[in-house]
C-alpha cells in the first residue's frame, strides 16, 4: 500500500466504527458505542482521501425491528461524534432490504455504485474498503477496491485470506500505519 494513490475510502458501519451487536441492531442511539480511537482515526485519515463514505447493510429497518427515523438518527450521532473530533464522513449508504439479491445489499456492489453516479470522480480501483466480515471483503473484490479486514471479532470469523489485502485489529491501527506508509 505504501504511497499508493487511494482516493475513496468506503467504511462498514458496525464492527468497524461502532461495536457490533451480535444477533442484533443499534436501534437507537442509546445503543450507539462508538469503538475507541475511530474518531481519532477519522481525524487522521480525513486529509488523505478527497471521500469517506460509510456502506452498510441495515436489515433491522426491513425487519421492523427500527425506524428509518431512528436509522438516521443514529447515523447524525455518528456523523456528530466524528466531525467533533476533526473527523469526517462525505456521505452514508445503507440497505435496508432483507433480501440477500438486493443489488444494494452487501457483498453485492450497489452501494460503490450509487457513490460513483453521485460522486463520478471516483475510481473504484483507486478505492479502499475497510471492514469487518466476508461479505465486505467480497464487496470489496467485486468492486475493484483495495480491502482492508478489521478482524474485530478476535478470531471468532475466519476469512480467506484470497477476500483481502490486509488485516488490522481495529481503525485506529490501521490509519496510524496508513499515515507512516504515506510518509516514506
Not at 54 to 75: C, D, E, F, P, S
Not at 88 to 116: H, L, V, W
Request: hydrophobic share 35%.
Amino acid at each position: 500500500m505504501k504511497n499508493t494513490p487511494y482516493t475513496t475510502l468506503f467504511l462498514d458501519r458496525d464492527g468497524v466504527l461502532n461495536r457490533h451487536r451480535p444477533d442484533d441492531y443499534v436501534k437507537n442511539t442509546g445503543e450507539l458505542e462508538i469503538l475507541p480511537g475511530v474518531p481519532e482515526a477519522l481525524k487522521m485519515l480525513a486529509p488523505c482521501f478527497g471521500h469517506i463514505f460509510i456502506v452498510t447493510n441495515q436489515r433491522g429497518v426491513g425487519k421492523g425491528l427500527m425506524t428509518y427515523a431512528a436509522l438516521q438518527a443514529v447515523h447524525a450521532r455518528l456523523l456528530e461524534e466524528i466531525a467533533r473530533a476533526g473527523g469526517r464522513i462525505d456521505r452514508i449508504y445503507c440497505c435496508t432490504e432483507t433480501n440477500d439479491s438486493s443489488p444494494d445489499r452487501k457483498p453485492n456492489t450497489g452501494m460503490a455504485f450509487q457513490a460513483q453516479r453521485d460522486y463520478p470522480e471516483i475510481s473504484l480501483t483507486r478505492s479502499l474498503m475497510i471492514g469487518d466480515s466476508a461479505s465486505d471483503m467480497l464487496f470489496a473484490r467485486r468492486a475493484g477496491m483495495h480491502a482492508v479486514w478489521i478482524d474485530s471479532k478476535s478470531g471468532k470469523e475466519t476469512i480467506n485470506p484470497d477476500l483481502y489485502d490486509e488485516r488490522y485489529p481495529d481503525l485506529y491501527t490501521f490509519a496510524c500505519d496508513y499515515l507512516m506508509q504515506q510518509q516514506k
